[in-house]
């Protein structure tokens, strides 16, 4: 995609303020080179809140009964549930800026979106013994929404013995026929899915991809051809089986945590949201969270305090959430003193993260165009009028076009591969940046991963990246799994239906076939999915690993809890994001003191 053709409006600060503004929200328009035309909508932010002054050595300070720390996919859901309540205020700090920029709301604009740095950390990851010594990009979200607003668009929950394998290890209410109803609750479902299952009713439109390309369906054919059934819905009864993918997706737009739950309840005069608001320090009292410091405008703005008459509340991610904790003086008690920071209360802060790591199998094509050749030049103009006009094409699809769900031969319970199937291929080592060459590629990973790295601040500088540490490919199962993955990804496109349009293997090519040359492959060439969690594990406190409890409360602390991907106490087989909205949706329960949504009743022989 050419880089100037999208032009941004303006830009809007939604920075503390209490008067009620009109945003511009820009949506791509058309601009000399090329010209996708397009319209830009006027919205009302209210920037309004219920809040008490408070007076002291410090002047004027905020006080709201709950402050979160960051707007992402469990921030949005937790601002629009808390704030449902008129009588009780919500302060939202959001160290991003607005999610104004037109390559947020376009779905295919996630190849600028992954590396903007005004709207995304951009962090990297330490370099491991099976990455082959590489420090792997970590994309993240930092605008509202978080990373809902510059991901994949993917719509999947996940396996029923996720769920129960956290009830499993301690966690009363997370099985799977307790969290069943939140995913329902949340989700506005259009198209195929039994109601058993699938919601119909709420902000979180989850659409099928309904545009349609003949490598997609011979690949999906070639799938039935090896065993694996269709699977029209695999939110459902079950996940196994290939389909066109879910997504977050309507009308040609993105659907993120932002415009489904945060842009509404900010018409709410009790929500307060602030951009630009850099946490840097939780603020206590003894043992009760009691407010958050943070710095206006970031780096060098100016340092703030807001309080919290209820709680505190971290959703900042599965990489922020830690490093605010141990920035706080709650974590490794040798971590914390040797970046000089005293020790408020020791836990197991920022370890077991857990990732979903994924080689990429690539074949050339023969005899048919793919989106290589469609995104540029003068075709790129014509899917731009396409979206323009109709709000469809190629700039209205996410990066992924086919989901497939399998056996890897090492687990007989449940599929525990999880490959994507997309007619194009990209760039090594430049996510989301397009090939000269065409080609189709499918990303292959283990489901349930058993290596654990960790999340560590890298010094009482809040505005220094933390070190991220994945461990991939730690683990000998994770080894053996990644490799028959790559063996199923070649027998994939080496099938009978896709054989009209398979010219050869480009990677890892012909000559690889052992186990160890198929190893050695993946350690060259693999990346992250995206997917980070379990760094602030949600268990008993008795246990070695728990961070916080199965309300989401920090151990041993007053009025702080965590509430986004970091509290899984094990990596799901899915990715993260409809997951991680569950878990800020229950909690939303919890923290209000209501009676859970009672337990769905699900057939026995459902394995979803």
Aim: overall charge positive; glycine content about 10%; hydrophobic content about 35%.
């Amino acid at each position: 995609m050419p880089s100037s053709a999208w032009a941004p409006s303006r830009t809007v600060s939604c920075a503390a303020t209490r008067s009620r503004r009109t945003e511009r929200c820009a949506i791509p328009s058309f601009t000399a080179s090329p010209p996708p035309n397009g319209r830009r909508c006027r919205r009302i932010w209210n920037s309004n809140s219920t809040t008490s002054r408070a007076r002291g050595g410090r002047g004027t300070m905020d006080r709201f009964d709950y402050v979160i720390v960051g707007a992402g996919s469990a921030g949005c859901v937790l601002t629009s549930r808390l704030s449902e309540d008129p009588n009780t205020s919500v302060c939202v700090l959001e160290a991003g800026p607005s999610d104004w920029h037109p390559y947020i709301h376009l779905p295919a604009g996630f190849i600028k979106t992954f590396h903007m740095k005004s709207i995304n950390w951009a962090y990297q990851q330490e370099p491991g013994p099976w990455t082959g010594g590489r420090s792997i990009y970590a994309p993240r979200g930092k605008t509202l929404g978080g990373s809902s607003s510059i991901n994949g668009h993917i719509y999947n929950r996940g396996q029923r013995m996720d769920f129960d394998t956290w009830a499993q290890m301690g966690n009363r209410g997370w099985g799977y026929a307790d969290v069943l109803p939140y995913f329902r609750r949340l989700e506005k479902r259009v198209g195929e899915g039994e109601d058993t299952y699938r919601g119909r009713d709420g902000n979180l439109i989850v659409t099928t991809m309904n545009w349609r390309d003949p490598l997609c369906e011979a690949f999906m054919e070639g799938a039935v051809s090896l065993g694996i059934p269709r699977n029209p819905d695999y939110n459902g009864k079950t996940q196994e089986g290939v389909s066109y993918c879910q997504r977050t997706i309507n009308n040609g737009l993105r659907v993120s945590g932002a415009t489904a739950f945060l842009k509404p309840a900010m018409k709410r005069p009790n929500v307060h949201v602030h951009t630009h608001a850099h946490a840097t320090e939780i603020i206590f009292e003894g043992k009760r969270a009691v407010g958050v410091r943070y710095m206006k405008g970031g780096r060098g703005g100016t340092p703030v305090e807001v309080r919290a008459n209820k709680e505190v509340i971290l959703s900042g991610g599965s990489y922020n959430s830690p490093q605010l904790l141990q920035l706080s003086g709650i974590g490794s008690p040798d971590l914390l003193q040797q970046h000089g920071i005293a020790v408020r209360h020791a836990l197991p802060v920022g370890e077991g993260l857990q990732d979903h790591y994924a080689p990429r199998t690539v074949a050339r094509v023969k005899d048919i165009k793919t989106i290589n050749e469609l995104r540029r030049g003068w075709r790129l103009w014509v899917e731009a009028m396409k979206w323009a006009t109709a709000r469809r094409g190629l700039l209205s699809l996410s990066p992924t076009m086919v989901y497939c769900f399998w056996h890897s031969g090492e687990s007989a319970e449940s599929s525990d591969l999880q490959l994507t199937f997309t007619p194009a291929s990209y760039k090594e080592g430049v996510q989301g940046q397009l090939e000269d060459e065409p080609g189709m590629t499918v990303a292959s990973w283990q489901q349930r991963p058993e290596s654990r790295g960790y999340v560590r601040i890298r010094s009482s500088d809040p505005f220094a990246a933390p070190i991220i540490q994945t461990n991939y490919l730690d683990a000998e199962l994770d080894r053996r799994v990644i490799v028959g993955g790559m063996k199923l990804a070649r027998r994939l496109l080496k099938s009978a239906p896709l054989s009209p349009y398979y010219a050869y293997e480009d990677f890892p090519g012909p000559n690889v076939n052992t186990d160890d040359e198929f190893l050695a492959a993946a350690t060259q060439r693999g990346t992250t999915t995206f997917h980070p969690g379990c760094t602030c594990r949600m268990g008993p406190a008795d246990s070695t690993w728990a961070v916080v409890d199965d309300q989401l409360r920090v151990h041993g602390l007053e009025a702080l809890r965590v509430i986004d991907a970091s509290v899984m106490p094990r990596m799901i087989s899915a990715n993260l994001n409809a997951s991680t909205m569950m878990i800020a949706d229950r909690a939303s329960d919890l923290i209000r003191g209501k009676q859970p949504m009672e337990a769905a009743s699900i057939p026995d022989a459902a394995v979803a």
